[in-house]
Structure formats: C-alpha cells, structure tokens
C-alpha cells in the first residue's frame, strides 16, 4: 500500500444515495477510505442495506468499516422491520445488566446480519445536567456507576457478537449547555471532579477492552484551556494515551459540526486531530470537504508537518482492528436476514426494557 493510500485509510466518510455511485467506487478504489458511515437516507430494506454494503466492500482492496449511530430511542438510524430499541435512558432506568447484555447481542446481530461492522455507541456520557440538548435521553444515567455498570454490559453484548464498538464521547459531553453540533460547549469541571465523573466510564471501558473511542468537540479547560478534546494533544495523546492507557482507535467525531468547524476548516482539522494522537477522521458530508481534508492531510505529510511515523502508528491500529473484527475469514452468519431482524427474540428483549422487567 502506497503513502497515498495510507492516507485514506484515516478517513471514514459519509456519501448521500442508497447504492455507491460510479465516482463513489472509483474513489474507494483510488483513495482506499479506512471506512463510510451510514445514514437514514443510504438505508432502504434490509435486503437494500446488505445489498449496499456488500457493493461498498467490492471496490476496496482492503475491508472497510461500514459504521453506524445505532445507539436505540432517539438516535436510531435504522426503521422497521429492524428491531425499535429502547433509548439508553430507559435501559439506565429499568437496571438490569443481563437485558442490556442481550440488548448488546441483539442489535450487534441485526447490524452484522446486513453487513454493518462497526457501531459508534455505547454512549458513556454521564448525564449530570437534565437540561443538556444534545445528550438527554441519551445517557445511562447521572449516577458514573449506573452508566459503567450498565454500559459495559451492553458494550460485552456488542463485542461478543464480533461488531466494532466505539464508545463516546471523551472525554465527557454530560455536564453540557452547547450542542456541539451548533456550538463549542465548554466543561468546567477541576481534575478531581473529572476524573470521578465524567472519565470514569471510559476508564471501564478502557479496563474492559474497548476497540475504539470517539472524541467530542468541547473545551475542558482544565485539560486544555486552548483546543478543543478533539484536537487537543494533551487530551488525546497525554491523558488517553499515557495516563489512561487505551491503545485502541480514536475516532473523531464529525469535522464538520461547529463545535470544531467554527474555527477550524476540514483540512486542517484534520491534521490537527491526526497530530494530537487520533487515527480515524470523520467527515459525514460534504464530498468536496472530504477530499480537501484528504489532500490537505497528504500535503501535511509531503511537507513534514505530519511525519510518515505518525501516519503509519495509525495505520497499524487501523489494520489491527480490521484484522481482529473484518477479517474475511471471520465466520458469517447462515442464517437468513429476516430471520434475524426484528426477530421475536429481538422484540422481546425490546418489550421487556420497554416495560421495565428484568433481573438487576
């Protein structure tokens, strides 16, 4: 694989239509995106989906994750027949670590059964501000225990049915009064109070062997009074990295929210995320902003700005995490897809969080 190539590998993107264009696998065959995530207007049937999914794979020489915000409730990008879930809110409220494990379980097979490999969820935002707009409904819980306690059973039922999971959004987007689709919001908390609160979770995540984080675009000025956590080296690199010990992927979330793209434009967000620890750019439209971010990051690299090192570490987790999760060698289900989606197992699960039983 040449330079170039690696380069594309740090890119997961958006595309619009619900099959690949021509320019579309034309671009994936030259660029070799690490992977593309999916939206509600890519997604048809179920049938539809694994038909475009598989059509996504064709062109690329190498796997590529084909990602997902599929966290249930509010954020649920994929209809029926697909099972409904519940939001995390309600599996946070009901309590139970065994329904949350086999909710986990089951949503991890109705993705894999239509060929979507990676799942941007769990959410290990702890909700101490009932008011905040983007995250309510959301979260597990306010209490750090509930949402470690209940979280990783989900995330154990994601992981051991095979699908890639990412938690999100370090370092911690609960205590919020910004959308940061809209915004740079602006955490306020002391070390101490982070580090019982909101990093809390993600250090359970990271002692349970999470693949994959993602990053929010906020200000926590206590970690770093100048850049947001998305491109801020000393929380990427000195916290996440040295301090906390996660050797896995980071994945930005989307460069093109303004909580990053106010101030930053697409390409040199991207090298700045990249040169603060990060592996996996996300940019979910715009294909012209794709491509500039692409170039801008090659350019980086041809001018030393970026070394090739830096770009190459990333590459490996890259290929490390495709090797462990998207191996073609991987065994796949047999079972028919409509055997799988929105199954009765499926909905029972679904109708047991949704009226609040289980074991605790």
Same mark, same amino acid.
């Given at each position: ?77 994929? =209809? ?32 894999? +059964? ?12 702890? !909700? ?55 915004? !740079? ?19 359970? +995540? ?38 906390? =010990? ?12 303004? =909580? ?13 995320? !990249? ?86």
């Amino acid at each position: 694989m040449t330079l170039r190539q690696e380069i594309g590998q740090l890119f997961i993107l958006g595309f619009e239509g619900r099959a690949p264009s021509f320019a579309l696998a034309d671009f994936i065959r030259e660029r070799l995106p690490g992977g593309v995530i999916l939206f509600a207007d890519n997604l048809g049937s179920p049938e539809e989906i694994a038909t475009l999914t598989s059509a996504l794979q064709a062109p690329s020489p190498t796997p590529l994750f084909v990602a997902i915000d599929q966290e249930g409730g509010k954020v649920t990008r994929l =209809g029926p027949p697909f099972t409904q879930w519940p939001s995390a809110a309600t599996v946070g409220a009901v309590g139970s670590t065994g329904l949350a494990y086999a909710l986990g379980k089951a949503m991890a097979q109705e993705l894999l +059964a239509v060929g979507i490999n990676m799942n941007f969820a769990p959410v290990l935002d702890v !909700l101490t501000n009932p008011a905040n707009p983007i995250m309510a409904g959301r979260c597990f819980g306010s209490d750090p225990r509930v949402v470690i306690r209940l979280g990783m059973a989900f995330f154990r039922g994601l992981k051991d049915m095979g699908l890639l999971t990412v938690g999100k959004h370090f370092p911690g987007h609960g205590d919020t009064t910004v959308d940061s689709h809209l915004g !740079l919001p602006v955490v306020p908390h002391d070390h101490a109070r982070l580090l019982v609160v909101e990093l809390s979770p993600f250090v359970a +995540a990271i002692g349970e062997g999470i693949p994959a984080l993602m990053t929010a675009h906020l200000l926590v000025p206590a970690l770093d009074p100048e850049r947001p956590a998305t491109l801020s080296r000393p929380i990427l690199t000195e916290l996440l990295r040295e301090r906390l =010990g996660f050797s896995g992927l980071i994945i930005s979330d989307d460069l093109l929210m303004r =909580g990053v793209a106010d101030t930053t434009p697409p390409g040199e967000a991207a090298i700045r995320f !990249l040169d603060a620890g990060g592996d996996c750019v996300l940019i979910c439209h715009d294909a012209a902003a794709q491509r500039q971010a692409i170039l801008a990051v090659a350019e980086a690299v041809e001018t030393g700005r970026l070394s090739e090192a830096r770009v190459r570490l990333s590459c490996d987790r890259i290929a490390a995490a495709k090797a462990a999760y998207l191996s073609p060698g991987m065994p796949a289900s047999t079972r028919p897809i409509r055997d799988v989606v929105g199954c009765d197992a499926h909905r029972r699960v679904a109708e047991l969080l949704q009226a609040g039983t289980g074991q605790k």
